[in-house]
């Protein structure tokens, strides 16, 4: 038996679907029916549309957020997956709808249905990603704070992730419009590895880091990724991995 919040989540779909049919039939009718009466009757079902949507969220429940089958859940970490390596290889400009689908074995109508666009696609592989961020910086028994910024031995991985972080950032640069939406994730990451910082410093006695600590973080970072990006670069990649880690020693003890 459907439970309330999915009767209301169906009928927000359902009421949202029928708004944007009615939008596309006013606007080949509009000549007949009037501009200003057009206008008041779409605004009439814009407006039932939010109120239903309100009372969705109020009972807790998401009328945006589609329930999946475990197939659909399938697919659309398969879509993720792939886009993980693609973005990383390509970039968000060189990469393509097709790139993805490609790489993940479904065709590029599985993109849009999953996602919509590329950029939504992009959008929530930075959420997925900054969420594992998040996660990471948690604070855990017996957690070794060098850990988190001291390299990972070279490897194809290892770079691809790398790549995958700066291309966020290089995307949100190029793309001011999705700053909104970036710029939230961004700060929960920093955010987290500040308080990493400051557990190692300081331990956890609740109180936030301080401005030194989080100078010191936003160093952290800059050496664990360049020292990523060198390591494949140099004849010997371990005298990059060696740098890093001496330099997050002296950092974190400073």
Known sequence: MATDGEDVRSASRALRDAAAAFSRALGQT??????QAGRELAEELRQATKDLNDAALRLGVDPT?????????????????????VFAEKGYEGASVGDVAAAAGYTKGAVYAN??????LFLELAKELTAIDAAFAQPRAGEDVRAAFVPHP?????????????????????????????SPLV??????????????????????PTRDERDTMLGLVAVHTLGAILAPLLPDPHEA????????????AG
């Open 154 to 182: 070279a490897s194809d991985e290892t770079l691809r992730e790398t790549l995958l972080g700066l291309e966020l950032y290089v995307y949100a640069i190029r793309h001011p419009e999705a700053r909104a939406d970036l």
């Open 115 to 120: 996602f919509g666009s590329k950029e939504e």
């Open 65 to 85: 957020e589609p329930r999946r089958s475990p197939r659909a859940e399938r697919t659309r970490a398969d879509l993720l997956e792939a886009a993980r390596r």
């Open 187 to 208: 700060v929960q990451a920093y955010d987290g590895l500040a308080a990493l910082v400051h557990r190692a410093r300081s331990g956890d006695d609740g109180r936030p």
């Open 241 to 252: 991995e060696g740098a890093v880690a001496r330099l997050v020693e002296r950092m974190l």
């Open 30 to 35: 509009v000549a007949e029916a009037g501009a």
